[in-house]
Protein backbone atom coordinates (compact mmCIF):
# COMPACT_ATOMS: atom_id res chain seq x y z
CA UNK A 1 0.00 0.00 0.00
CA UNK A 2 1.39 3.71 -0.72
CA UNK A 3 -0.13 7.00 0.41
CA UNK A 4 -0.58 8.00 -3.36
CA UNK A 5 -3.42 5.71 -3.09
CA UNK A 6 -5.44 8.29 -0.62
CA UNK A 7 -6.90 11.25 -1.57
CA UNK A 8 -6.70 14.56 0.07
CA UNK A 9 -10.02 13.84 1.81
CA UNK A 10 -8.48 12.10 4.55
CA UNK A 11 -10.13 8.76 5.28
CA UNK A 12 -12.56 10.11 8.51
CA UNK A 13 -12.14 6.08 9.97
CA UNK A 14 -8.51 7.08 10.06
CA UNK A 15 -8.75 10.24 11.30
CA UNK A 16 -10.12 8.45 14.71
CA UNK A 17 -7.47 6.18 15.29
CA UNK A 18 -5.75 7.02 18.42
CA UNK A 19 -2.12 7.79 18.57
CA UNK A 20 -1.80 5.75 21.81
CA UNK A 21 -3.49 2.76 20.44
CA UNK A 22 -1.61 2.67 17.62
CA UNK A 23 1.95 3.28 18.47
CA UNK A 24 2.21 0.02 20.47
CA UNK A 25 1.97 -1.48 16.18
CA UNK A 26 5.19 -2.26 14.73
CA UNK A 27 6.44 0.36 12.32
CA UNK A 28 4.76 -1.49 9.05
CA UNK A 29 1.99 -2.02 10.48
CA UNK A 30 1.46 1.61 12.59
CA UNK A 31 1.67 3.20 9.31
CA UNK A 32 -0.22 0.05 6.96
CA UNK A 33 -2.87 1.59 9.51
CA UNK A 34 -2.79 4.99 8.12
CA UNK A 35 -2.79 4.53 4.62
CA UNK A 36 1.14 4.92 4.46
CA UNK A 37 3.23 2.55 2.19
CA UNK A 38 6.17 1.09 4.07
CA UNK A 39 9.00 -0.84 2.26
CA UNK A 40 12.55 -2.15 2.51
CA UNK A 41 13.49 -2.55 -1.13
CA UNK A 42 15.67 0.49 -2.17
CA UNK A 43 14.11 3.80 -2.92
CA UNK A 44 14.97 4.00 -6.38
CA UNK A 45 12.73 1.31 -7.43
CA UNK A 46 9.76 2.91 -6.76
CA UNK A 47 11.23 6.96 -7.47
CA UNK A 48 13.48 8.50 -9.75
CA UNK A 49 15.66 10.93 -7.45
CA UNK A 50 16.52 14.53 -9.11
CA UNK A 51 19.40 16.73 -8.10
CA UNK A 52 16.60 19.26 -7.41
CA UNK A 53 17.35 20.51 -4.01
CA UNK A 54 14.43 21.23 -1.78
CA UNK A 55 16.20 22.28 1.10
CA UNK A 56 18.38 21.30 3.89
CA UNK A 57 18.06 19.11 6.55
CA UNK A 58 20.10 17.80 9.55
CA UNK A 59 20.67 14.39 7.46
CA UNK A 60 21.33 16.48 4.64
CA UNK A 61 19.70 17.62 1.46
CA UNK A 62 15.66 17.08 1.16
CA UNK A 63 15.63 16.48 -2.67
CA UNK A 64 12.92 16.29 -5.12
CA UNK A 65 12.02 12.69 -6.77
CA UNK A 66 9.61 11.36 -8.92
CA UNK A 67 7.03 8.61 -8.60
CA UNK A 68 7.74 6.20 -11.27
CA UNK A 69 4.47 5.23 -11.55
CA UNK A 70 2.00 8.23 -11.47
CA UNK A 71 4.64 10.87 -12.57
CA UNK A 72 4.01 12.88 -9.17
CA UNK A 73 6.42 15.04 -7.67
CA UNK A 74 7.13 14.22 -3.90
CA UNK A 75 9.72 14.77 -1.59
CA UNK A 76 12.68 12.69 0.16
CA UNK A 77 13.72 13.13 3.48
CA UNK A 78 16.76 11.06 5.13
CA UNK A 79 16.07 10.82 9.08
CA UNK A 80 19.22 9.08 10.57
CA UNK A 81 17.77 5.55 12.08
CA UNK A 82 20.37 5.81 14.85
CA UNK A 83 19.60 9.47 15.76
CA UNK A 84 17.50 9.78 18.78
CA UNK A 85 13.35 9.09 18.46
CA UNK A 86 13.76 8.43 14.89
CA UNK A 87 11.01 5.59 15.11
CA UNK A 88 8.95 7.99 16.85
CA UNK A 89 9.61 11.37 14.42
CA UNK A 90 8.18 9.09 11.75
CA UNK A 91 5.57 7.58 13.56
CA UNK A 92 4.11 11.33 14.96
CA UNK A 93 5.01 12.42 11.55
CA UNK A 94 2.72 9.87 9.63
CA UNK A 95 0.17 9.94 12.20
CA UNK A 96 -0.03 13.96 11.99
CA UNK A 97 -0.33 13.66 7.87
CA UNK A 98 -3.96 13.21 8.92
CA UNK A 99 -4.52 17.21 9.38
CA UNK A 100 -4.78 18.74 5.78
CA UNK A 101 -2.28 21.57 7.13
CA UNK A 102 0.76 18.91 7.44
CA UNK A 103 2.99 17.89 4.87
CA UNK A 104 1.81 14.12 4.05
CA UNK A 105 3.97 10.99 4.48
CA UNK A 106 3.59 8.79 1.26
CA UNK A 107 5.91 6.33 1.75
CA UNK A 108 8.13 5.55 4.27
CA UNK A 109 11.65 3.44 3.20
CA UNK A 110 13.74 1.55 5.92
CA UNK A 111 17.23 1.62 4.11
CA UNK A 112 20.86 1.57 3.97
CA UNK A 113 22.17 5.00 2.72
CA UNK A 114 25.55 5.94 3.05
CA UNK A 115 26.54 3.31 5.41
CA UNK A 116 24.00 4.58 7.85
CA UNK A 117 20.56 2.34 8.65
CA UNK A 118 17.78 5.01 7.66
CA UNK A 119 14.55 6.01 7.32
CA UNK A 120 13.55 7.53 3.56
CA UNK A 121 10.50 9.87 4.37
CA UNK A 122 8.37 10.37 0.86
CA UNK A 123 6.28 13.47 1.54
CA UNK A 124 3.76 14.99 -0.59
CA UNK A 125 6.34 18.11 -2.79
CA UNK A 126 5.58 21.53 -1.15
CA UNK A 127 7.04 23.88 -4.02
CA UNK A 128 5.45 26.91 -2.40
CA UNK A 129 8.53 26.93 -0.16
CA UNK A 130 9.07 28.45 3.54
CA UNK A 131 6.20 30.93 4.90
CA UNK A 132 8.47 33.96 5.44
CA UNK A 133 10.21 33.23 1.83
CA UNK A 134 7.43 33.99 -0.05
CA UNK A 135 6.55 36.81 2.50
CA UNK A 136 9.78 38.03 1.41
CA UNK A 137 9.26 37.81 -2.16
CA UNK A 138 6.48 39.62 -2.31
CA UNK A 139 7.02 42.61 -3.72
CA UNK A 140 3.46 43.45 -5.88
CA UNK A 141 1.03 43.04 -3.40
CA UNK A 142 1.47 43.98 0.10
CA UNK A 143 0.20 41.18 2.54
CA UNK A 144 -2.69 42.35 4.96
CA UNK A 145 -3.95 41.77 8.26
CA UNK A 146 -6.27 39.72 6.53
CA UNK A 147 -3.57 37.74 5.28
CA UNK A 148 -2.16 37.20 8.36
CA UNK A 149 -4.63 36.16 10.22
CA UNK A 150 -5.34 33.74 7.42
CA UNK A 151 -2.03 31.86 7.61
CA UNK A 152 -2.16 31.86 11.68
CA UNK A 153 -5.68 30.03 11.19
CA UNK A 154 -3.86 27.39 9.14
CA UNK A 155 -0.83 26.78 11.44
CA UNK A 156 -3.36 26.80 14.33
CA UNK A 157 -5.23 24.19 12.75
CA UNK A 158 -2.22 22.43 12.49
CA UNK A 159 -1.19 23.11 16.35
CA UNK A 160 -4.77 22.32 17.30
CA UNK A 161 -5.07 18.74 15.52
CA UNK A 162 -1.80 18.00 17.68
CA UNK A 163 -2.95 19.45 20.77
CA UNK A 164 -6.53 17.59 20.89
CA UNK A 165 -4.33 13.90 20.81
CA UNK A 166 -2.07 15.13 23.35
CA UNK A 167 0.87 16.06 20.92
CA UNK A 168 3.66 19.12 21.16
CA UNK A 169 5.16 19.63 18.50
CA UNK A 170 8.04 21.75 19.92
CA UNK A 171 9.75 22.85 17.01
CA UNK A 172 6.91 25.75 15.41
CA UNK A 173 9.26 27.87 13.34
CA UNK A 174 8.91 29.57 9.96
CA UNK A 175 10.95 27.02 8.08
CA UNK A 176 9.27 24.21 9.11
CA UNK A 177 5.76 25.70 7.62
CA UNK A 178 5.81 25.10 3.62
CA UNK A 179 3.53 26.02 0.94
CA UNK A 180 2.13 23.27 -1.31
CA UNK A 181 2.04 25.39 -4.42
CA UNK A 182 3.51 28.88 -5.42
CA UNK A 183 0.08 30.25 -6.51
CA UNK A 184 -1.77 32.54 -3.44
CA UNK A 185 -4.18 30.15 -3.66
CA UNK A 186 -2.18 27.46 -1.67
CA UNK A 187 -2.37 25.60 1.35
CA UNK A 188 0.37 26.39 4.50
CA UNK A 189 1.37 23.10 6.43
CA UNK A 190 3.59 22.08 8.87
CA UNK A 191 6.72 20.01 8.95
CA UNK A 192 9.45 18.77 10.75
CA UNK A 193 8.37 16.50 13.81
CA UNK A 194 11.89 15.53 14.80
CA UNK A 195 10.77 17.73 18.63
CA UNK A 196 8.03 16.30 18.71
CA UNK A 197 6.41 14.11 21.57
CA UNK A 198 3.29 12.62 23.06
CA UNK A 199 2.54 14.83 26.25
CA UNK A 200 -0.32 11.28 28.03
CA UNK A 201 0.59 11.42 31.55
CA UNK A 202 1.66 7.30 32.49
CA UNK A 203 -1.69 5.73 33.70
CA UNK A 204 -4.13 7.33 30.68
CA UNK A 205 -2.25 5.51 28.46
CA UNK A 206 -4.88 2.43 29.28
CA UNK A 207 -7.03 0.84 26.47
CA UNK A 208 -10.20 2.37 28.34
CA UNK A 209 -9.05 6.08 28.23
CA UNK A 210 -8.64 7.97 25.49
CA UNK A 211 -6.32 10.72 26.17
CA UNK A 212 -7.90 12.21 22.72
CA UNK A 213 -10.67 13.03 25.16
CA UNK A 214 -8.34 14.45 28.29
CA UNK A 215 -9.14 17.71 29.86
CA UNK A 216 -6.42 20.18 30.35
CA UNK A 217 -6.58 20.01 33.81
CA UNK A 218 -5.70 16.21 33.97
CA UNK A 219 -2.34 17.18 31.98
CA UNK A 220 0.51 18.55 34.75
CA UNK A 221 2.20 21.07 34.10
CA UNK A 222 4.88 19.93 32.53
CA UNK A 223 2.55 18.51 30.27
CA UNK A 224 0.67 21.64 29.37
CA UNK A 225 4.03 23.57 29.12
CA UNK A 226 5.25 21.41 26.41
CA UNK A 227 2.19 22.78 24.52
CA UNK A 228 1.99 25.80 25.79
CA UNK A 229 5.19 26.47 24.09
CA UNK A 230 3.79 25.76 20.50
CA UNK A 231 0.94 28.51 21.71
CA UNK A 232 4.15 30.94 22.43
CA UNK A 233 6.03 29.96 18.82
CA UNK A 234 2.93 30.84 17.39
CA UNK A 235 2.68 33.91 19.12
CA UNK A 236 5.99 34.99 17.81
CA UNK A 237 5.50 33.90 14.05
CA UNK A 238 2.46 35.69 14.67
CA UNK A 239 4.37 38.97 15.72
CA UNK A 240 6.61 38.50 12.91
CA UNK A 241 3.88 38.33 10.40
CA UNK A 242 2.86 41.35 11.04
CA UNK A 243 5.64 43.94 11.40
CA UNK A 244 8.68 41.79 9.82
CA UNK A 245 10.92 41.62 12.72
CA UNK A 246 10.81 39.33 15.79
CA UNK A 247 9.44 41.06 19.55
CA UNK A 248 12.82 39.61 21.16
CA UNK A 249 15.83 40.14 19.94
CA UNK A 250 19.60 38.59 21.32
CA UNK A 251 22.42 41.29 22.45
CA UNK A 252 24.68 39.04 19.78
CA UNK A 253 24.63 36.48 17.45
CA UNK A 254 24.10 32.64 17.48
CA UNK A 255 23.66 31.41 20.80
CA UNK A 256 20.92 32.70 23.19
CA UNK A 257 22.10 35.37 25.50
CA UNK A 258 21.60 35.83 29.09
CA UNK A 259 20.20 38.88 28.49
CA UNK A 260 17.84 37.56 25.70
CA UNK A 261 17.08 34.77 27.94
CA UNK A 262 15.99 37.36 30.32
CA UNK A 263 13.85 39.15 28.12
CA UNK A 264 11.82 36.41 26.98
CA UNK A 265 11.26 35.05 30.26
CA UNK A 266 10.18 39.00 31.35
CA UNK A 267 7.96 39.27 28.32
CA UNK A 268 9.95 42.09 27.16
CA UNK A 269 8.74 43.66 23.95
CA UNK A 270 6.87 46.74 22.51
CA UNK A 271 5.13 46.92 19.65
CA UNK A 272 6.56 49.91 17.98
CA UNK A 273 4.30 52.74 16.40
CA UNK A 274 5.22 52.61 12.69
CA UNK A 275 4.88 49.37 12.06
CA UNK A 276 1.66 48.61 14.86
CA UNK A 277 -0.18 51.72 14.89
CA UNK A 278 -2.77 50.88 12.66
CA UNK A 279 -2.96 47.22 13.61
CA UNK A 280 -5.93 46.24 15.07
CA UNK A 281 -6.08 45.82 18.54
CA UNK A 282 -7.81 42.37 18.30
CA UNK A 283 -4.41 41.63 16.56
CA UNK A 284 -2.29 42.53 19.53
CA UNK A 285 -4.34 41.51 22.11
CA UNK A 286 -4.45 37.73 20.74
CA UNK A 287 -0.35 38.56 20.85
CA UNK A 288 -0.14 39.69 24.31
CA UNK A 289 -2.36 36.62 25.59
CA UNK A 290 0.37 34.01 23.30
CA UNK A 291 3.49 35.30 24.73
CA UNK A 292 1.98 35.44 28.44
CA UNK A 293 5.12 34.60 30.70
CA UNK A 294 2.92 32.74 32.77
CA UNK A 295 2.08 29.32 31.42
CA UNK A 296 -1.16 29.16 33.39
CA UNK A 297 -2.00 32.22 32.07
CA UNK A 298 -0.99 31.48 28.67
CA UNK A 299 -3.96 30.84 26.46
CA UNK A 300 -4.13 27.05 24.81
CA UNK A 301 -4.83 26.27 20.86
CA UNK A 302 -8.35 26.77 21.56
CA UNK A 303 -8.42 29.81 22.39
CA UNK A 304 -6.66 31.11 20.30
CA UNK A 305 -9.12 29.52 17.27
CA UNK A 306 -12.06 30.85 18.91
CA UNK A 307 -10.65 34.27 19.24
CA UNK A 308 -12.64 36.80 16.64
CA UNK A 309 -9.49 37.20 14.96
CA UNK A 310 -9.01 34.03 13.66
CA UNK A 311 -12.70 32.39 13.97
CA UNK A 312 -13.74 35.23 11.73
CA UNK A 313 -10.68 36.16 9.26
CA UNK A 314 -12.98 37.82 6.61
CA UNK A 315 -14.16 40.81 9.29
CA UNK A 316 -10.49 40.93 9.78
CA UNK A 317 -9.42 44.44 8.51
CA UNK A 318 -7.28 44.47 5.31
CA UNK A 319 -4.73 46.72 6.31
CA UNK A 320 -1.57 46.82 4.27
CA UNK A 321 1.89 45.46 6.48
CA UNK A 322 4.64 46.42 6.56
CA UNK A 323 6.11 42.79 7.32
CA UNK A 324 7.70 42.61 3.38
CA UNK A 325 9.27 45.96 2.92
CA UNK A 326 11.22 45.12 6.62
CA UNK A 327 12.30 41.71 5.59
CA UNK A 328 13.43 43.14 2.05
CA UNK A 329 14.99 46.47 3.33
CA UNK A 330 17.34 44.35 6.14
CA UNK A 331 17.36 40.42 5.25
CA UNK A 332 19.64 39.92 7.82
CA UNK A 333 16.69 40.48 10.21
CA UNK A 334 14.76 37.82 8.88
CA UNK A 335 17.99 35.42 9.38
CA UNK A 336 18.18 36.77 13.04
CA UNK A 337 14.27 35.96 13.24
CA UNK A 338 15.89 32.39 12.67
CA UNK A 339 18.32 32.31 14.91
CA UNK A 340 16.15 33.57 17.68
CA UNK A 341 13.91 31.11 17.30
CA UNK A 342 15.84 28.55 16.72
CA UNK A 343 17.55 29.05 20.06
CA UNK A 344 14.59 30.53 22.41
CA UNK A 345 13.07 26.78 21.45
CA UNK A 346 16.16 24.90 22.49
CA UNK A 347 16.27 26.94 25.70
CA UNK A 348 11.84 25.95 26.10
CA UNK A 349 12.45 22.51 25.52
CA UNK A 350 14.75 22.62 28.34
CA UNK A 351 13.87 24.56 30.22
CA UNK A 352 10.26 24.59 31.92
CA UNK A 353 10.87 26.25 34.90
CA UNK A 354 9.33 29.67 33.58
CA UNK A 355 8.63 32.23 36.35
CA UNK A 356 5.41 34.12 36.78
CA UNK A 357 6.84 37.67 36.93
CA UNK A 358 4.94 41.36 36.12
CA UNK A 359 5.21 42.18 31.85
CA UNK A 360 7.30 45.47 31.82
CA UNK A 361 8.22 47.11 28.75
CA UNK A 362 12.12 47.89 27.56
CA UNK A 363 13.15 49.15 24.82
CA UNK A 364 13.91 46.52 21.47
CA UNK A 365 17.51 46.88 20.89
CA UNK A 366 16.97 45.54 17.21
CA UNK A 367 14.89 48.33 16.46
CA UNK A 368 16.71 51.13 18.00
CA UNK A 369 19.53 49.91 15.79
CA UNK A 370 17.22 49.81 12.86
CA UNK A 371 16.20 53.62 13.79
CA UNK A 372 20.82 54.46 14.26
CA UNK A 373 21.40 52.77 10.77
CA UNK A 374 18.65 55.11 9.54
CA UNK A 375 19.82 58.28 11.03
CA UNK A 376 23.33 57.44 10.18
CA UNK A 377 21.68 57.00 6.33
CA UNK A 378 20.42 60.26 6.73
CA UNK A 379 23.11 61.94 8.50
CA UNK A 380 26.26 60.91 5.36
CA UNK A 381 26.55 62.66 2.49
CA UNK A 382 24.43 62.32 -0.51
P1 LIG B 1 15.23 18.59 9.38
O1 LIG B 1 14.27 17.92 10.30
O2 LIG B 1 16.41 17.73 9.10
O3 LIG B 1 15.57 20.00 9.79
P2 LIG B 1 13.11 19.42 7.60
O4 LIG B 1 12.03 18.42 7.57
O5 LIG B 1 12.90 20.60 8.49
O6 LIG B 1 14.51 18.71 7.95
O7 LIG B 1 13.41 19.91 6.12
C1 LIG B 1 14.45 20.86 5.86
C2 LIG B 1 14.00 21.84 4.78
O8 LIG B 1 13.72 21.14 3.56
C3 LIG B 1 12.72 22.60 5.12
O9 LIG B 1 12.96 23.75 5.89
C4 LIG B 1 12.19 22.93 3.72
O10 LIG B 1 12.80 24.08 3.21
C5 LIG B 1 12.62 21.72 2.89
N1 LIG B 1 11.53 20.73 2.84
C6 LIG B 1 11.23 19.80 3.76
N2 LIG B 1 10.18 19.07 3.40
C7 LIG B 1 9.79 19.51 2.20
C8 LIG B 1 8.73 19.15 1.28
N3 LIG B 1 7.88 18.18 1.57
N4 LIG B 1 8.64 19.84 0.13
C9 LIG B 1 9.49 20.84 -0.15
N5 LIG B 1 10.50 21.24 0.66
C10 LIG B 1 10.66 20.59 1.82
Request: hydrophobic letters at 35%.
Amino acid sequence: MSGWGIDNQRNSAQQNLQFTHLYQKELPAFLNALGIGFSKNTVTEDYQLTREKLGTGINGSVVKVIHRQSGAEGALKIINKESRNSELEVKLHAYASQCENVVRILDVYENIYRQRPCYLLIMECMPGGELFDRIQNTTQTKITERDAADIMRQIGNAVMFLHRRNIAHRDLKPENLLYSERNFQSILKLTDFGFAKEVTQKGLETPCFTPYYAAPEVLNEKQRYDMSCDVWSMGVIMYVLLCGYPPFYSDHGFSISPGMKKRIKQGEYTFPDKEWKNISLTAKDLIKRMLTVDVNKRIDIYEFMNSPWVANVREVPSTPLFTSANMMEDPDCYKETQREMESALQTMRVDNKVKIRDVKHSKNRLIERRKQKKLEAGAAPQ
